[in-house]
């Protein structure tokens, strides 16, 4: 009990370390992601943090099955190092002894990343996009993605907006410029106020006042000029389109409902992410292997290089069921079955007294 105590505190602290620092990056990387975006307009600037956050959820089931790895390998690789594993197999204990404490370990943490798997990341990944369509795009009216002194391209890609000044709840316009194409007819409006309004069903609209309309016909050398008191632009409707549904933000029930290749394809990767955790749990303990006499990084690149093809072969198999080309269920085990099989053959090569390379030296 002493043992097992210290064992899983050793993989704990190692486990703490690890995902700290891998948060950090994945955190760092995502928030540069979205200020460029929303430097660029694609996002509004107060959903950063929630975006941020949304995408952390994701990202999460993976973080945590590289950073079970990487405990596992690490602590098992530091008591080689130490020499504690000489005192291990010394008194009797395999490398197989391992196993058990490695499972203890693992399984809340596998449990743990089945659930944000199959709910959180895809409950993430509807609210990122819920969130991120309430601010930007379709959903914002005109009026309220102008920047003063800068020319503005309206969410139907048919209208260009530019505006001398904007009041402090965004709704009141100053000095505004339309240019728009109706019925093959290019408008060119200018007001010098304006506001947004909303109709009791839900319509919007961007409402001009005291402005000119000048109405021009491409090819044809005549234009209209129209004076008017009160000009309103629809801007968006209460039948505005909801989230795009894709199998990534589809909840797992939904998924095996539909059964399509490309949403199962998706229940594939899900289910595919807890058990690869498992397998690489297990496949740490042969291959932390470290001579103290030798170098220290060599297993650290090898158990990086397993993972990363590890990942590719789930994904590879992910796009043949979507593509048809692989059924599921023969694509949700195959690539683990494959990965397992290596189990028997690293452990036989670190526990084997006899082997074909000692008899020929």
Not at 8 to 21: D, K, M, P, S
Not at 268 to 288: E, F, K, T
């Amino acid at each position: 009990m002493i043992f097992q105590r210290a064992v899983r505190r050793e993989f704990t602290q190692a486990a703490l370390g690890v995902f700290i620092a891998l948060f950090a990056i994945l955190l760092t990387t995502q928030l540069i992601r979205l200020l460029g975006q929303a430097a660029a307009g694609q996002v509004a600037s107060e959903a950063v943090v929630a975006l941020l956050g949304f995408a952390a959820l994701n990202s999460l089931p993976v973080l945590l099955s590289l950073t079970l790895f990487m405990a596992i390998l690490l602590t098992l690789s530091r008591s080689y190092r130490d020499s504690e594993m000489v005192v291990w197999f010394a008194s009797g204990q395999s490398l197989t002894a391992w196993v058990r404490p490695v499972l203890t370990f693992t399984l809340p943490v596998v449990v743990s990343i089945a659930l944000l798997s199959l709910l959180i990341s895809p409950w993430a990944l509807k609210m990122s996009a819920e969130y991120r369509q309430k601010l930007t795009g379709q959903n914002r009216d005109d009026t309220a993605q102008v920047s003063p002194g800068a020319f503005k391209e309206a969410s139907s890609s048919q209208r260009v907006v530019f505006v001398e000044a904007v009041a402090d709840d965004s709704t009141q316009v100053r000095n505004i410029f339309v240019s728009s194409m109706q019925h093959q007819k290019l408008g060119v409006m200018m007001a010098a106020t304006g506001h947004s309004e909303q109709m009791e069903n839900g319509d919007r609209f961007m409402v001009m006042e005291h402005g000119r309309r000048y109405e021009v016909t491409p090819g044809i050398p005549e234009f209209r000029v129209l004076e008017f008191v009160r000009y309103a632009l629809r801007v968006d409707t209460k039948e505005s389109q909801g989230i795009e549904k894709t199998p990534k933000n589809t909840s797992t029930r939904e998924l095996l409902k539909n059964g399509s290749p490309g949403y199962m394809a998706e229940f594939l990767w899900r289910v595919g992410v807890p058990l690869s955790a498992l397998v690489l749990a297990l496949l740490a303990i042969p291959m932390s292997f470290v001579n103290p006499r030798a170098g220290r990084s060599a297993n650290m690149i090898l158990a990086l290089l397993t993972f990363t093809i590890y990942s590719n072969l789930l994904s590879v198999s992910q796009a043949w069921v979507a593509q048809g080309r692989l059924s599921f269920a023969t694509g949700w085990w195959l690539v683990h079955v494959l990965m397992a099989a290596l189990l028997p053959l690293l452990f036989f090569r670190r526990i084997a007294v006899f082997s074909f390379l000692r008899l020929r030296k």
